[in-house]
């Protein structure tokens, strides 16, 4: 799907109001600031380079973003689908500008697709992630392992929703076998084809809710099903090996008909973990008890004499499978966190020098004084 074969949100939205993109009466009481210096509350839609469409009280406008020094220095800081902001009206200019970024609760983050040192923020302000597996195709635990690792860490309430359920020869085996690798989290099975646990669905998810997965998984087709109409493009996938085209090419936002709102995101090819030690945590949770049993504190649960870890792989009571899928997260995010150590020390560096070439100017001067 490309911009200009979708409707933009200003034809679809006119009608809603702030309240069902889930404005509510603590963010009212952080906006009042602003509202006294004559700004208005919106919520970001989709953001594109220096423009971002959002929803107001009003309807749907679209705004110009200032570039600045911080949001190139730290993507993160950038606007995001899902963010409060805070426009000043247009006035004398052709649109409104975006003013500020309010805090947000939760933030779903990923390694940057330039493997750099800084996150990229997929979505803010979720409270439920919908992480979609097909039953279509081969079931991937370390792809979903990853998928819940990104969700746990961005404080978000996780739910695995498995997709195409009347393609599966046993969906509540595979139901059974995914909630292994999920503790924590719902394990939900649903057809869009037969309609199988879409009101259980339904039902599970609220607030703002983000569909998280690869393209392919049904996403599109799912949050059609929880919209009532088709609202979103959907495309055929390969037989082989269940791959799907990219057919949502942005993220949006759009209220759902029973309350919270559906956040629509592009599927993910890569899914890079950055700062996740927290979602890694949770996500393992059976092997972080196992660790609790270890002899020594610091056992990296490799060759370590009394692993308790180990043990329960020898036992069957763990698959090895898990643990190294677990030792490799752990790796790749320890790798992540130095890489942003490493550009936060080389900031540091850089502002220190700057200072001192402040400094050294100031006593030249003096010194011709």
């Not at 997929?122 to 979609?132: G, K, P, Q, S």
């Not at 799912?222 to 109409?229: D, P, R, T």
Request: with cysteine.
């Amino acid at each position: 799907m490309s911009p200009s074969s979708s409707s933009s949100p200003s034809s679809r939205t006119p009608s809603y109001s702030l309240a069902d993109y889930g404005w509510d009466e603590a963010r009212e009481r952080a906006f009042a600031p602003h509202r006294a210096a004559g700004l208005l509350p919106a919520r970001i839609v989709r953001a594109e380079r220096g423009l971002c469409e959002a929803v107001t009280d009003t309807g749907a406008v679209r705004a110009a973003v200032p570039g600045g020094a911080a949001d190139r220095a730290d993507p993160r800081a950038a606007p995001c689908t899902g963010d409060w902001v805070a426009l000043r009206p247009a006035g004398a200019e052709p649109m409104p500008t975006l003013h500020a970024v309010l805090e947000r609760r939760t933030a779903l983050v990923r390694s940057s697709a330039s493997r750099s040192s800084h996150g990229q923020v997929l979505a803010a302000n979720v409270d439920t992630v919908a992480v979609t597996v097909s039953l279509a195709a081969p079931l991937k635990h370390a792809r979903t392992e990853r998928m819940l690792a990104l969700a746990w860490e961005s404080g978000a309430r996780p739910v695995v929703v498995l997709t195409k359920a009347d393609a599966c020869d046993d969906p509540e085996r595979a139901a059974a076998e995914v909630a292994e690798v999920a503790p924590g989290a719902d394990v939900l099975v649903t057809s869009a084809v037969t309609g199988q646990g879409v009101d259980t669905l339904t039902s599970a998810l609220t607030g703002t809710v983000v569909l998280l997965g690869p393209s392919g998984a049904g996403k599109s087709t799912l949050g059609n099903q929880l919209l009532g109409e088709e609202l979103l493009a959907t495309g055929a996938v390969r037989e082989t090996d269940g791959r799907g085209r990219h057919t949502t090419a942005w993220r949006e936002l759009l209220p759902l008909p029973g309350g919270g709102v559906l956040l629509d995101a592009p599927g993910l090819r890569a899914i890079g973990l950055h700062d996740a030690a927290d979602g890694l945590e949770r996500t393992f949770a059976d092997v972080e008890r196992l660790a609790e049993h270890c002899r020594f504190a610091d056992c990296a649960h490799s060759s370590e004499p009394g692993c308790a870890v180990l043990a329960a792989v020898e036992s069957g009571e763990l698959p090895g499978r898990r643990l190294d899928s677990y030792r490799k997260l752990l790796r790749e995010n320890a790798h992540a966190a130095s890489r942003t150590d490493a550009r936060l020390r080389s900031s540091r560096e850089a502002a220190n020098k700057r200072i001192t070439r402040q400094l050294r100017a100031t006593y030249r001067f003096r010194e011709r004084q």
